[in-house]
Nanobody, 126 residues
Framework: QVQLVESGGGLVQAGGSLRLSCAASGRAFNSYAMGWFRQAPGKEREFVAHINWIGGRTYYADSVKGRFTISRDNFKNTVYLQMNSLKPEDTAVYYC???????????????????WGQGTQVTVSS
């Protein structure tokens, strides 16, 4: 059974930083591309970042480009999201997910991911 567990969320002031972690278990984690999404109250879940299996290719939503960095450590079965220069509009529940299949191409829609974590709350105060 695949399990993803996010951690690292919390309350931070605008301009601050947080580092989210997503620990995976139950499958060959390092064969799959991974993604981070977020969902604010009353809004659809939206794409944040994507990383291929070895970490050499990354993609970001325009809203976070230049501020967020996705990375992974396949020895630790963990993917990270470093978030800098946080803004109040970054407030959301953040989810990590495993891409369906073995494709390493960019996947920016919810349907392209097969397994999800339970999410971690990030709140940015102004």
């Amino acid at each position: 059974q695949v399990q993803l567990v996010e951690s690292g969320g919390g309350l931070v002031q605008a301009g601050g930083s947080l580092r989210l972690s997503c620990a995976a278990s139950g499958r060959a984690f390092n064969s799959y591309a991974m993604g981070w999404f977020r969902q604010a109250p009353g809004k659809e879940r939206e794409f944040v970042a994507h990383i291929n299996w070895i970490g050499g290719r990354t993609y970001y939503a325009d809203s976070v480009k230049g501020r967020f960095t996705i990375s992974r450590d396949n020895f630790k079965n963990t993917v990270y999201l470093q978030m800098n220069s946080l803004k109040p509009e970054d407030t959301a529940v953040y989810y990590c997910a495993i891409r369906r299949g073995f494709s390493q191409e960019l996947a920016a829609t919810v349907d392209e991911y097969g397994y999800w974590g339970q999410g971690t709350q990030v709140t940015v105060s102004s």
